[in-house]
């Protein structure tokens, strides 16, 4: 298991998802050795043979140049790959129990592994949580746990940092080799000059703290943007009563430079892999530290409800849906992922077989993974087709949930040659609302001014 890099470090990233492997790519891109490890052997399998796991712009592309560079090497071995390297970063998942809290599980289990590696592991080593966790997980979990299996002192024989990441899935290599900021959480200075040269290269602030703020920082961060999506989903909703364009308010709003245009977009509400369980995370573990959020209560339940709305805007366009077919375009949770963790497509979809809907969905990439998420009969009524136009075939409405360039590219005739009735239910704001109503489909959504 040898890689040979001139003078940079050699690096294991622990837990090769999109952050791991994100960040795997960018540091073997600058110079580094990087071991990608994973318990899951297909997944190594996989980037063995130079294939990503995972539909994300850009990884395989980079994943095969780095292959080829002899700078990643992907493995199961995740003892030699701690043993070979000075640097290790914990990219483990941190899924909700069912109870919402945070399943810390992983972590301990990836913080044993490299506790035992580092036993038998001479000179410095530094631990590095890229992990969302919750505020005091790296200093009362990882930390002590890292002692316990390595029988070495933290600070003295081995570092640890807590350094967020705040990609987003869709443009996580985009995101990662240009970040807003890097935050380096560090128990003491040492353990942050060694991630602060790693990241030298960088050309944005790079703050300093201690290893709780970090952790902070990111669930402040998530929480925040959640909150205001949730904020300009309930604006939208208001401008709908009224007959105004949230998108046009939004574009006043945003130019704003203390508000900014950016998460102002309304629509069918945030699904993903992060924002829900961390939200959920924070609120669950700020009652345990006996402070109830309000707020961020609220935010959540707002997101329960709000694509439910798409519903009632297709009742409002064809009555009583039972025995209807609508046409469900976009399962992934936002484009440019085959994600479909937390999607809006899930209560969506569920909400119109609840109503006596029959159901064609259409992803260009996360049906097969949406399928996962159904039981054996919602499988077998939904009508899962392999192009959006057989989808639209004698469909009554379509409802658009995720916005796919190929369905902004959509004219007005396509809509209307395809469907039984030209009735487009929009989530994303996907399709200009002026040009479809003006070519003669019926246009409906989230915000707009539904007649
Ligand atoms: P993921 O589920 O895509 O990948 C996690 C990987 O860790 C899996 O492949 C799993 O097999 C592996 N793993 C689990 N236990 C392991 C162990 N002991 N040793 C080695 N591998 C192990 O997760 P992700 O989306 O990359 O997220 C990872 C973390 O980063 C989470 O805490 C998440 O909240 C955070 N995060 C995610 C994003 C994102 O866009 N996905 C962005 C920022 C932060
Ligand atoms: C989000 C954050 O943007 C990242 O900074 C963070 O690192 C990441 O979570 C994480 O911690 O995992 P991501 O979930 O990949 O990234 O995607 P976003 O682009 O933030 O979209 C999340 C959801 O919000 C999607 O369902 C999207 O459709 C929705 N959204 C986003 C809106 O409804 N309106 C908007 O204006 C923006």
């Known amino acids: 298991m040898e890689i040979k890099v001139d003078g940079s470090p050699k690096i294991a990233i622990i837990g090769t998802g999109y952050v791991g492997l994100s960040t795997a790519l960018i540091l073997a891109k600058q110079g580094c050795g990087v071991y990608c490890t994973d318990v899951d052997r297909q997944k190594v399998d996989s980037l063995e043979k130079g294939i990503s796991p995972v539909y994300e712009p850009g990884f395989e592309e980079l994943l095969q140049d780095m292959k080829q560079a002899g700078r990643l090497h992907p493995t199961t071995d995740i003892q030699g790959a701690i043993a070979a390297s000075s640097i290790s970063f914990i990219c483990v998942g941190t899924p909700s129990k069912e109870d919402s809290s945070i399943d810390l ?18 000179g410095y080593h530094l631990v590095v949580v890229k992990s969302t966790v919750v505020p005091t997980t790296t200093k009362k979990l990882v930390l002590p746990e890292l002692e316990k299996a390595s029988g070495k002192k933290a ?35 040492g353990a942050g000059a060694v991630l602060a040269k790693l990241y030298e290269q960088y050309d944005c602030p790079v703050l300093h703290t201690d290893l709780d703020t970090a952790e902070m920082i990111k669930y402040t961060s998530n929480s925040f943007l959640a909150t205001k999506i949730s904020f300009a989903n309930e604006i939208g909703n208001i401008c709908e009563g009224f007959g105004i364009d949230v998108y046009e308010v939004m574009k006043g709003v945003g130019l704003d430079s203390r508000i900014s245009p950016q998460f102002l977009r309304a629509g069918a509400g945030w699904g993903g892999s992060c924002f829900p369980k961390d939200v ?14 309000i707020l961020l209560s609220k935010v959540l339940e707002q997101n329960q409800v709000q694509p439910l709305r798409l519903i009632d805007l297709a009742t409002k366009a064809l009555g009583d849906l039972a025995g209807k077919r609508i046409a469900v375009l976009g399962l992934a949770f936002k484009p440019d992922t085959d994600d479909v963790r937390h999607t809006r497509a899930l209560p969506l979809i ?84 002026v040009r479809f109503i003006n070519g003669g489909v019926k246009y409906l959504g989230i915000g707009w001014k539904n007649d």
């Open 280 to 293: 959920m995370a924070l609120v669950a573990a700020a009652r345990e530290n006996g402070t109830d959020p």
């Open 155 to 189: 600070g003295k024989d081995f570092g640890v940092s807590m350094n967020p990441e705040f990609l987003r899935e869709g443009s996580a290599l985009q995101d990662a080799q240009e970040p807003d900021r890097i935050v380096i959480g560090e128990m003491d200075e």
């Open 105 to 122: 599980s992983y972590i301990v289990n990836a913080a044993n592994m490299i506790g035992k590696a580092l036993a038998n592991k001479d």
């Open 350 to 433: 569920r909400g119109l077989l609840d109503k006596g809907v029959m159901v064609s969905a259409y992803d260009p990439k996360a049906s097969e993974n949406f399928k996962l998420l159904l039981d054996e009969e919602e499988r077998s009524i939904i009508i899962f087709t392999n192009t959006a136009l057989d989808a639209l075939d004698g469909a009554e409405a379509c409802i658009i949930q995720t916005e796919w360039q190929e369905f902004r590219d959509f004219s007005p005739k396509d809509l209307v040659s395809a469907m039984a009735r030209p009735v487009v239910v929009d989530g994303r704001r996907t399709l200009d609302p």
